[in-house]
């Protein structure tokens, strides 16, 4: 049974930093890509960054790009998000995913391209 466990999350001042982290479990772990969405309030949940299954290749929304970073440590079975210059927009509910696709050169992903999700975390950012 696939597990995918976040941690990390919590309230930040806008500028500030955050790291969340998803430790997975019940099937080989280098063997998926990984990736990370997000929800806030009343809103779809949305692509925010994606990695392959050798950590060689990501992939950003262009909403995040140049402040997040996802890495992923496959001894560990971790998947990581580095969220630097945060914002208010950046507030909701952070999910991690697993799923066997990966298209390197995209960010089109949607839900639907992964199998495995975690509960989720909180990230709030105040202004």
């Known amino acids: 049974q696939v597990q995918l466990v976040e941690s990390g999350g919590g309230l930040v001042q806008a500028g500030g930093s955050l790291r969340l982290s998803c430790a997975a479990s019940?099937?080989?772990?280098?063997?998926?890509?990984m990736a990370w969405f997000r929800q806030a309030p009343g809103k779809e949940r949305e692509f925010v960054a994606a990695?392959?299954?050798?950590?060689?290749?990501?992939s950003y929304a262009d909403s995040v790009k140049g402040r997040f970073t996802i890495s992923r440590d496959n001894a560990k079975n971790t998947v990581y998000l580095q969220m630097n210059s945060l914002k208010p927009e950046d507030t909701a509910v952070y999910y991690c995913?697993?799923?066997?696709?990966?298209?390197?050169?995209?960010?089109?992903?949607?839900?639907?391209?992964?199998?495995?999700w975690g509960q989720g975390t909180q990230v709030t950012v105040s202004s």
């Open positions: 995913a697993q799923g066997p696709l990966y298209r390197s050169g995209s960010n089109n992903y949607t839900p639907y391209d992964y199998d495995y």
């Open positions: 990695i392959n299954w050798s950590g060689g290749s990501t």
């Open positions: 019940g099937r080989t772990f280098r063997s998926y890509a």
